[in-house]
T-cell receptor, first 109, second 115 residues
Framework: GQNIDQPTEMTATEGAIVQINCTYQ??????LFWYQQHAGEAPTFLSY??LDGLEEKGRFSSFLSRSKGYSYLLLKELQMKDSASYLC??????????WGAGTKLIIKP | EAQVTQNPRYLITVTGKKLTVTCSQN?????MSWYRQDPGLGLRQIYY???????DKGDVPEGYKVSRKEKRNFPLILESPSPNQTSLYFC??????????????FGDGTRLSIL
């Protein structure tokens, strides 16, 4: 079966750096997405990786290793507003999205 | 501005009373989909549509129906709702053009409670 694993919850301190991991086993691979979702709101797109390596976008970076079935989202200079759930999703061989359950990130002052 | 609009945002209803959640997008996109989100389970796709009059089951289609009579609208129908359909529902469409490789743009969500 297809599977995406992420930690359920993480805690970090304002101003620090946090890395949220995502491992996947899917039927084919056509890219990996990261979304941010604040409580009670819709997910919003953060990043897309289809080739191995690091994609940097401001304070957020996303890394992909296709051979390892592994990705991480790196958040730098954490702010209180970064408290949210972070969802990892993989596009499979049929371009259907397989979603992880999400990682709830708690930022403490 | 690209928009996916869902209505209603909140609904409390009773078992067996038919309901429809509407979804419309102003991007003229072919692909639209419905998800439900439950704690600890993440987003699960209910149905998707690749174009007008073309719909397919997702991972959890039981108890739901959809229709795609025109490109902009993709309503979700619960003919006989049951308490296990209490959930947060999202409609989505790609941010641009075809669904391939494109991030999804989500509606604001519909919180549905079935008593």
């Amino acid at each position: 079966g297809q599977n995406i694993d992420q930690p359920t919850e993480m805690t970090a301190t304002e101003g620090a750096i946090v890395q949220i991991n995502c491992t996947y086993q899917t039927s084919g691979f056509n890219g990996l997405f990261w979304y941010q979702q604040h409580a009670g709101e819709a997910p919003t797109f953060l990043s897309y990786n289809v080739l191995d390596g690091l994609e940097e976008k401001g304070r957020f970076s996303s890394f992909l290793s296709r051979s390892k079935g592994y990705s991480y989202l790196l958040l730098k200079e954490l702010q209180m507003k970064d408290s949210a759930s972070y969802l990892c999703a993989v596009s499979d061989s049929n371009y259907q999205l397989i979603w992880g359950a999400g990682t709830k990130l708690i930022i403490k002052p | 501005e690209a928009q996916v609009t869902q209505n209603p945002r909140y609904l409390i209803t009773v078992t067996g009373k038919k309901l429809t959640v509407t979804c419309s997008q102003n991007m003229n996109h072919e692909y639209m989909s419905w998800y439900r989100q439950d704690p600890g389970l993440g987003l699960r796709q209910i149905y998707y549509s690749m174009n007008v009059e073309v719909t397919d089951k997702g991972d959890v289609p039981e108890g739901y129906k959809v229709s795609r009579k025109e490109k902009r609208n993709f309503p979700l129908i619960l003919e006989s709702p049951s308490p296990n359909q209490t959930s947060l529902y999202f409609c989505a469409s790609p941010t641009k053009g075809q669904y391939l490789h494109q991030p999804q743009h989500f509606g604001d969500g519909t919180r549905l409670s079935i008593l």
